[in-house]
């Protein structure tokens, strides 16, 4: 990582959408070294949050700041310096190759106006090289698999060389081999000192691998620390409305000898 990663911060934040409030005072922040996963029910306003903690939108009521500076004082290029986004994963219209993908990450550091050279093909290289993807390099997006198009989207937001990260469900369409290769390397970026917020429908998977979980309940943060004092039977019974359940349920009665 180029810079050490300032404190994004979400303080008091409210938001309506179609005259309803989707947030009603929510507090989230994220800093260097951390992996927080971010958990709510279908509509509950994760995404929103994410959009507001990016910049994308405005809330009605508090503030987001980064660093020392609010956010609504910086430019969309200096929030892009310090804060990636990887959106939910999507098909792109057009069969980009793998490097081309990760090298538009380098816009928000060369800017729109000049040509990419060298250290930015030496920063593709040595993303590629670090998510070992670099033997996807000239194949197109379009054709590879949705843990693969998860990394090259992870590239692109490296490349970028900002401090944090923010995923939109990354775990998404990936299969259960995929989704723990793909925590695996948000861990290891984390350890080296990224800070990634991601919002996940997977609490034991987040469970796993988060310093942080915080839930998004009615609009607000419900509870917000580690792992084991968050993700609990009485937290995801509150949450999605169901009792965990970690063994079989069995449907049929046993034929009778
Ligand atoms: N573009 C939009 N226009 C109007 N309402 C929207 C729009 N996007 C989201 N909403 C509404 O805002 C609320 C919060 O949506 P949001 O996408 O933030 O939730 P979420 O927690 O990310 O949901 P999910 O887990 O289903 O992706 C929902 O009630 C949703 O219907």
Redesign the pocket.
């Known amino acids: 990582m180029k810079t050490a990663a300032p404190l994004l911060q979400g303080k008091d934040v409210w938001f309506h959408?179609?005259g309803r409030a989707?947030l009603q005072g929510a507090d989230l922040g994220l800093g260097p070294g951390e992996l927080v996963s971010l958990l709510?029910a279908?509509?509950?306003?994760?995404?929103?949050l994410l959009r507001l903690l990016l910049g994308f939108e405005r809330p009605k009521a508090g503030e987001v700041r980064l660093g020392q500076a609010a956010l609504r004082d910086l430019s969309r290029r200096a929030i892009a310096r310090a804060v990636a986004y990887v959106p939910q994963s999507h098909v792109a219209p057009f069969p980009y190759r793998v490097r081309e993908v990760i090298g538009l990450g380098r816009l928000a550091v060369t800017g729109l106006f000049r040509a990419p050279g060298p250290a930015d093909r030496d920063a593709v290289a040595a993303t590629m090289a670090r998510l070992g993807i670099a033997h996807l390099a000239d194949r197109p997006y379009t054709e590879i698999s949705g843990g693969e198009r998860q990394l090259a989207l992870i590239g692109r937001a490296l490349a970028q060389e900002a401090g944090l990260l923010v995923m939109d469900?990354p775990l998404t369409g990936l299969d259960y081999g995929n989704q723990l290769r793909l925590l695996d390397r948000l861990a290891e970026l984390a350890e080296s000192g990224l800070g990634i917020l991601m919002?996940t429908?997977a609490p034991d998977l987040a469970a796993m691998v988060s310093t942080r979980v915080a839930v998004l309940i009615n609009g607000r943060i419900a509870a917000d620390g580690p792992p084991e004092t968050v993700v609990t039977d009485a937290m995801i019974e509150r949450l999605y409305g169901v009792t965990p359940r970690r063994t079989p349920k069995r449907v049929f009665a046993r034929p009778r000898p």
């Open positions: 959408r179609n989707v709510g279908n509509g509950a306003g994760k995404t929103t469900e919002t429908h």
